[in-house]
């Protein structure tokens, strides 16, 4: 079956750290290009990051360039979000979601998602 | 930046059609993918590449677009429809995928 798993949400400070996690299954990870996409509470879905199937391309959302790094371990089938310098407004749940080329990229798999609170 | 309008919500009544307008500046010329999202549930493609199924969508899902617009269809709705709808395109102008603003389909 193929599946995304998020996990490493969690509540957090204003102007703490978290890293996300999405680990793989059922699928060739390493040939596809991967997002993470974020609805905050109440709200639409937003584009977070994307990050091609080497890692060689990278794309950020501009409420996020500059303090979150999107990574991924082809080896360990796992996708990555290093968010710093938190802010209550990336209060959201985070998804991991794959674009597949046959659907002319459009993302048909996605994980559950993983909670992240930003509060004091 | 690139902005995809959408109704706030659109009504239909059981049986009948549902049509979701998704509008951006010459959007005719991108590739346009329509997501369903249930309550607490992580969000579904329905339609991709502007008027394609998924295997395992309905046939009931239909989409078109042109010019200005793109447009979900949702024919003989059902109770089961009830939820978010969300286009989706490439900005290839800012390397950014763009999001719609949500519809929320109410079937009466």
């Known amino acids: 079956e193929v599946q995304l798993v998020e996990s490493g949400g969690g509540l957090v400070q204003p102007g703490g750290s978290l890293r996300l996690s999405c680990a793989a299954s059922g699928f060739t990870f390493s040939s596809y290009s991967m997002n993470w996409v974020r609805q905050a509470p109440g709200k639409g879905l937003e584009w977070v990051s994307y990050i091609s199937s080497s890692s060689s391309t990278i794309y950020y959302a501009d409420s996020v360039k500059g303090r979150f790094t999107i990574s991924r371990d082809n080896a360990k089938n796992s996708l990555y979000l290093q968010m710093n310098s938190l802010r209550d407004e990336d209060t959201a749940v985070y998804y991991c979601?794959?674009?597949?080329?046959?659907?002319?990229?459009?993302?048909?798999?996605w994980g559950q998602g993983t909670t992240v609170t930003v509060s004091s | 930046s690139y902005e995809l309008t959408q109704p706030l919500s659109v009504s239909v009544a059981l049986g009948q059609t549902a049509r979701i307008t998704c509008g951006g500046n010459?959007?005719?010329?991108?590739?346009v993918h329509w997501y369903q999202q249930k309550p607490g549930q992580a969000p579904v493609l329905v339609i991709y590449r502007d008027s394609n199924r998924p295997s395992g969508i309905p046939e009931r899902f239909s989409g078109s677009n042109s010019g200005n617009t793109a447009t979900l269809t949702i024919s003989r709705a059902q109770a089961g429809d009830e939820a978010d709808y969300y286009c989706?395109?490439?900005?290839?102008?800012?390397?950014?995928?763009?999001f719609g603003t949500g519809t929320k389909v109410t079937v009466l």
């Open positions: 989706q395109v490439w900005d290839s102008s800012t390397a950014r995928y763009v």
């Open positions: 010459n959007i005719g010329s991108k590739n």
């Open positions: 979601a794959r674009p597949h080329p046959t659907y002319g990229y459009g993302m048909d798999v």
